[in-house]
């Protein structure tokens, strides 16, 4: 009768199958945050190389409208050199 009344035994979770849980619920969490850090790197990454794209083109738009000015400039001379020359003949 003793046998029946008695609880039956339980797997206890012994602390290193807890800590072996453990470990890979914070293993898989670190790769889910280390995946979103990536996404982040990628994303800032691209930002960055988009900010320096816009950054080249501005100056280059810079460039060339100063070369523009100065082509005008020059033709503005040429104009009023030749209107002169043409005066004097």
Known sequence: MAKILTMPKRDKPTSRN???EHDAEFAAFRARDAHWLMLADAALSASEKTIAALELAREEQE?????IEDNV???KRYERRKKKGTGLT
Do not use: G, N
């Not at 460039?63 to 070369?67: C, G, T």
């Open 73 to 75: 400039k020059k033709f």
């Open 18 to 20: 807890y800590s072996d």
């Open 63 to 67: 460039r060339i409208r100063k070369q």
